[in-house]
């Protein structure tokens, strides 16, 4: 009986030593962390935790934002988890676009009970097209003369006010609202996403579309071009009906997967939510919108000569290469990052001044920005011109001939000859880009050239294939004549 006494005491004693000796270790550890010689954020700081950090989201993506557009239109069951989502719209239908204030009290206090600006716009979702956006929309203008890409169908808006319709930019509508007061507006998308491929053997893919909304406030100056606000989504538009038909393919289609497949796709919500992304560069140009006039004298382009003559139209301006100077100021750097497309690492570098950025080596900015974002961005700061693949100079025969004419008796006829060439950079050597390059040179639309010869020997004309272009020699001179067509009111274009 005594053994069997002591036992228990005995395991009771061991336990209770073993608690305390387990609270001592645990208070040891404690104490050792407490007073420790680094912390998270130290390690955080080492250089191989910086590319990951890079690619975490901005602190702004968990915030409320100021503004919210809601499309009212459903998205595609169609779309894979964490892609963007896709809208079909129907042409020429009005949409609703619930503008919607999302402030906290106190936030923004400066635009409250006053009106804001916001430029609303449909543009090219596809990084290529966005580059020759002038170009696409000149041609879609020829082909549809006096129609608008986008519209506002004011009627049915609600709590806009002062709309405009620039009738040079045909893709851009723009209005005043109160975001303390119901705002809805109303659009409509008259052009279909085929307008814009490239023909293949027996069916086309249309291309998205991006609908965004930049809002801004009033400066000093009484002038919008504070910015506030920029958000879009991504949509596809089909002939009318067409966009019925699509969403209810994509859902008969999703109804047939194995469960597990449905799984790897969003649901279709009823309404569409603008997501937040960067604001949309304004880039200004003169729209050539009467049609080309031509020369039945000369039979030749109206091109102008030095600084321009009376039947020359104004060619469209393209923008100045935006290349970041020593001079700007953190604010300046913010906004020069904002327009090239490198929104995620302003924060990053939100007290670097133009220097402070220019003074990165490659390594730097690559071990900061991660290898793909951070050579564009180094590029984008060295302001690299990637060289064109082909150069090749013309000048109008008329031109030559005119300018042969007048000869001194007593004077070198080849040092007072003149003659006035512009420049064709080709990028893809193909007779199609060449016939772009040229009707843009001479403000006129591409449909207007219909075949394009090079003279060979004994003056027989070539036809110029993509293979001949190819065969070019770089910086080649070429004279350039015109041929009307007497089948139809366009021309043939002649290279000597």
Same mark, same amino acid.
């Given at each position: 009986m005594a053994w069997a006494l002591k036992l228990p005491l005995t395991d009771e004693v061991i336990e209770s030593g073993l608690v305390q000796d387990f609270d001592a270790s645990l208070s040891g550890i404690g104490q050792e962390l407490g007073a420790g010689a680094y912390s998270?954020?130290?390690?955080?700081?080492?250089?191989?935790?910086?590319?990951?950090?890079?690619?975490?989201?901005?602190?702004?993506?968990?915030?409320?934002?100021?503004?919210?557009?809601?499309?009212?239109?459903?998205?595609?069951?169609?779309?894979?988890?964490?892609?963007?989502?896709?809208?079909?719209?129907?042409?020429?239908?009005?949409?609703?676009?619930?503008?919607?204030?999302?402030?906290?009290?106190?936030?923004?206090?400066?635009?409250?009970?006053?009106?804001?600006?916001?430029?609303?716009?449909?543009?090219?979702?596809?990084?290529?097209?966005?580059?020759?956006?002038?170009?696409?929309?000149?041609?879609?203008?020829?082909?549809? $003369?006096?129609?608008?890409?986008?519209?506002?169908?004011? $009627?049915?808006?609600?709590?806009?006010?002062?709309?405009?319709?620039?009738?040079?930019?045909l893709n851009t509508v723009e209005f005043l609202w109160d975001p303390s007061k119901r705002t809805s507006v109303f659009i409509q998308v008259h052009c279909i996403s085929t307008e814009f491929t490239m023909r293949k053997h027996g069916g086309e893919k249309g291309v998205p579309f991006r609908v965004q909304i930049d809002t801004f406030k009033e400066?000093?100056?009484?002038?919008?071009?504070?910015?506030?606000?920029?958000?879009?989504?991504?949509?596809?538009?089909?002939? $009318?009906?067409?966009?019925d038909r699509k969403q209810k393919t994509d859902r008969e289609k999703m109804e047939k997967?194995?469960?597990?497949?449905?799984?790897?796709?969003?649901?279709?919500?009823?309404?569409?939510?603008?997501?937040?992304?960067? $604001?949309?560069?304004?880039v200004t140009y003169v729209s050539n919108s009467p049609s080309p006039a031509f020369n039945s004298t000369h039979n030749s382009f109206p091109v102008a000569e030095g600084n321009g003559s009376p039947t020359h139209q104004p060619e469209p301006v393209v923008p100045v290469a935006d290349n970041l100077l020593p001079t700007a100021t953190p604010q300046d750097a913010q906004q020069w990052l904002l327009r090239n497309r490198f929104s995620p690492f302003c924060r990053l570098f939100t007290n670097f001044s133009g220097a402070d950025l220019l003074k990165l080596t490659r390594e730097d900015v690559i071990q900061i920005c991660g290898p793909a974002d951070g050579i564009r961005l180094y590029n984008a700061l060295k302001g690299r011109v990637v060289r064109p693949r082909l150069t090749i100079y013309v000048c109008q025969e008329s031109q030559q001939a005119r300018e042969q004419q007048p000869k001194p008796e007593n004077g070198d006829a080849a040092a007072n000859t003149f003659f006035v060439y512009h420049a064709i950079y080709l990028e893809e050597l193909t007779s199609s880009e060449l016939t772009e390059k040229i009707a843009q040179l001479f403000n006129i639309s591409p449909r207007l050239i219909n075949q394009i010869f090079k003279q060979g020997p004994t003056g027989i004309h070539v036809l110029v294939s993509d293979e001949m272009i190819q065969n070019f020699q770089d910086e080649v001179c070429l004279v350039l004549d015109t041929m009307k067509d007497d089948t139809n009111d366009g021309y043939h274009i002649i290279l000597k």
């Open positions: 998270m954020s130290d390690v955080l700081a080492l250089p191989i935790f910086k590319q990951e950090e890079s690619n975490l989201p901005p602190d702004s993506d968990n915030k409320i934002l100021p503004f919210q557009y809601v499309l009212c239109a459903a998205t595609s069951p169609a779309v894979k988890l964490h892609d963007e989502t896709l809208t079909y719209l129907n042409q020429g239908q009005s949409y609703e676009i619930r503008m919607l204030d999302n402030r906290k009290i106190g936030e923004l206090p400066e635009i409250t009970d006053k009106m804001v600006k916001s430029i609303l716009r449909v543009v090219f979702h596809d990084r290529r097209l966005q580059y020759t956006e002038h170009q696409q929309l000149e041609g879609w203008r020829w082909n549809r $003369p006096g129609d608008r890409i986008l519209d506002l169908d004011i $009627p049915m808006s609600v709590g806009i006010i002062d709309p405009r319709a620039n009738p040079t930019q400066n000093e100056n009484e002038e919008y071009t504070e910015h506030l606000h920029s958000a879009s989504c991504q949509v596809k538009v089909f002939k $009318p009906k067409g966009a997967r194995a469960p597990q497949e449905k799984e790897k796709y969003q649901p279709s919500y009823e309404t569409t939510i603008l997501t937040e992304c960067c $604001p949309w560069p304004e």
